[in-house]
Each structure stands twice: as structure tokens, then as C-alpha cells.
């Protein structure tokens, strides 16, 4: 598992901010700082009406900073640092399990909902080049999927 700088967790340091000690990271690294903020308001785009002048100034942010960085630093998204938290101990506890039962309790990724286990090297984003060197284990909202695709899963 590759953690990034210092043994502190963080929720995606490069593109989700939880907090201020994050931001001075981002800030270290140039990277764009976007407050998301204005997508959290029962207003605009969320509401199904036309963006509001603010949604579509961020819009515009994360569309240049993408173009020109390909990364972001994003601020105020709705996800706190408890929940970030409790996500890198549910996954810690997953991949820690003997590969094993992890090959043979666990769903298998399926291309159809690209959901499930995919064990250590069995996945290459480019055909033509080497197997990437990780494992990883995709799930999607139960609210909005279901439960079918998580069997076996702590």
C-alpha cells in the first residue's frame, strides 16, 4: 500500500483537502486549490436548474487546472476526515487478509461493473505494457448499486 509523505493518513493528498495541514502541502507543490463549495448548495446544477455563477466558476477552475496541471487540490467536497479515516482502516483490514482468502472469498473484479478484487499485478491499463504492480478492490454507492457486487467484503 502506497501512503504518501509521513505515516499520517490522507484522503487522496493530491486532489481532496480535509483539512489545513493538507492545504500547506498543496500549496508547497503549486498545486490549483479549488473550493468545491458552491456544488454543496441547494442551488444551480444540484437543484436541475441552470449553474450558478459561482458552480460555474469552478467548473471553469477544475477544467483549467486539469488542462494545465492535471491535478487538483479540491476543498470543501462533503467528505470529512472521519470518514477518510475509517476507509483507509477498511481497506488496510481487506488487503492485509491472506492473499489466499482474498482469491477465493472475495468477489473477482467484473469488467461489466468494474467492481471486486482484482489481485496483485492482474490489471494493466495499457495492454501493450507490463501488469501494474498492485491489487485493488472496486465498489461503487450501495444506496445507488445495491449490495449484489460486494459479497464476502468487510
Avoid at 495541514?21 to 442551488?43: K, N, T
Avoid at 495492454?127 to 449484489?148: H, I, M, W
Amino acid at each position: 500500500q502506497v501512503r504518501p509523505r509521513g505515516t499520517e493518513r490522507h484522503c487522496c493528498p493530491c486532489l481532496f483537502a480535509s483539512s489545513t495541514d493538507h492545504m500547506v502541502e498543496a500549496v508547497a507543490a503549486d498545486l490549483p486549490i479549488v473550493d468545491f463549495s458552491p456544488f454543496r448548495e441547494e442551488d444551480g446544477v444540484v437543484t436541475g436548474d441552470e449553474p450558478t455563477l459561482a458552480q460555474r466558476e469552478v467548473a471553469t477552475q477544475i477544467n483549467s487546472a486539469c488542462r494545465a496541471h492535471g491535478f487538483i487540490y479540491l476543498t470543501n467536497f462533503g467528505v470529512s476526515q472521519a470518514l477518510c479515516d475509517r476507509a483507509f482502516a477498511a481497506s488496510e483490514q481487506l488487503f492485509a487478509l491472506p492473499a489466499e482468502h482474498k482469491l477465493n472469498a472475495l468477489q473477482r473484479i467484473r469488467p461489466e461493473t468494474n467492481t471486486g478484487y482484482a489481485p496483485f499485478a492482474s490489471e494493466s491499463l495499457n495492454r501493450r505494457r507490463a501488469c501494474d504492480l498492485k491489487e485493488g478492490f472496486n465498489v461503487r454507492s450501495r444506496q445507488v448499486y445495491g449490495d449484489s457486487h460486494l459479497r464476502n467484503t468487510p
